[in-house]
């Protein structure tokens, strides 16, 4: 009964394991802590609720002493939210919304910062017309990652509701937001908005990898985040400064730039090109050809960091859409999207996907592997100087991770949308990858749907994918040579 309230295919980003606990956020939004050596349940919590349109499609994380979960359902106009659990018992500790009033979205007006500057009193309901943020979106389904040394723990709101912009104008904070909070407390420390008024499903969940890069010759702690508008974003994760905004794909089209002038009065926004500007062209007005398509040129699945060759490296979406919005009302548990949308590849081009590495210092594209569907999977970067990555049509491959030469590829049953992970059992080592074709771009063939616009428009997009892969789900795992 929680399927029909799912906006992008049944999914679970996977299990958290601590203190012998094996942790689960299921598809209603329980979370349950199993005993790792006996299965049985040591506490459950319900932590939304799916009528509503709240499910569970994330991972949960641990740190320190409590669990980590988000909530999934901007397109039913669920207000997003994390909430912190105790691992010992399961009682909640703290719960932080994506928009609505100082004290739910747990912001100090003068302690809380952006770009250097107090956020202010009210800084979310300033941005909202009247009510709206109370089913503004702002979800919060992708990755969080932790620093101990700082204590704050660092994630990304997703896409305002709805995807008519035209109702719900203001910039809707803080969706579409890096967010910086102290584990213990949940009072955010700073905030940076990506795209502000979201006219595109721009969701800002992806990924937030934490590494220490020396850029302009001065030692930063950064934060590297691979946005699906477009842009990849390096900033000092202590402070929240703005080092690098760059586009990682050359034909995003819908902004020419961030603004990096820290003496603007845009410092930090994208500057939007009228064109491809849905609220601008009103509801009802096709806007063609806007690159990235609203699946962004990354989604959720993660890239990965190398301290070996300094690179990053990033499993791309390569494709723009036609998008026209419309009027729609609101109504619990019922789809609040307002939009149809039709996918294809950039103009004169046939590859909807490309593999990269990315230098995060100076926001320049190292090297890209072209593919014909979009990469879904996640990466992995070992120290042999050897990266792994998954393709919708289902190889494994290997590349150079200074050249991104192929070095290997396997054929597994179905296409790959999982991670490739790594590990060591009696002195060998391994790498796995479940295969099983799914998610957005692989909706059309997972629920066998064949109207174009269906799946909120991947269905056409991706209809060629049916000629390349099959249905099913297999764990393949590899041995190293020695």
Known sequence: N??????????NR???????????????????????KSGKVVWSVKDGDPSKGETGTDAPFVFKDKVFIGVSGGEFGVRGWVSAYNLSDGKLAWRAYSEGPDSD???DPQKTTELGKPVGADSSLKTWEGDQWKIGGGDTWGWFSYDPQLNLMYYGSGNPSTWNPKQRPGDNKWS??????DVDTGMAKWVYQMTPHDEWDYDGVNEMILADLNIGGQAHKTLVHFDRNGFGYTLDRATGELLVAEKYDPDVNWATKVDMDKNSKTYGRPIVVSKYSTDQNGPDVNTKGVCPAAL?????QPAAFSPDTGLFYVPTNHVCMDYEPFKVSYTAGQPYVGATLSMYPPQGQTNMGN?????????????????QFSVWSGALATAGDVVFYGTLEGYLKAVDAHTGKELYKFKTPSGIIGNVMTYEHGGKQYVAVLSGVGGWAGIGLAAGLTDPTAG???????????????????????ALPQ
């Not at 962004?296 to 959720?300: A, L, N």
């Not at 593999?355 to 593919?371: H, L, M, P, Y």
């Not at 428009?457 to 393949?476: F, M």
């Open 14 to 36: 996977g299990l958290a394991y601590a203190d012998g606990k094996v942790l689960l956020h299921q598809a209603d939004t329980t979370l349950v802590a199993l005993d790792a």
């Open 2 to 11: 929680v399927i029909p309230v799912m906006c992008c295919d049944t999914v």
């Open 296 to 300: 962004g040129s990354k989604d959720e």
């Open 456 to 478: 909120l428009g991947a269905v056409g997009g991706y209809a060629g994918l049916k000629q390349y892969t099959a249905l099913g789900g297999q764990l393949t795992v590899f």
């Open 355 to 371: 593999f990269i590495a990315w230098d995060a210092k100076t926001g320049k594209i190292a090297w890209s592997d072209k593919e």
């Open 105 to 107: 979205i747990k912001v």
């Open 176 to 181: 579409m937001t890096i967010w910086a909070r």
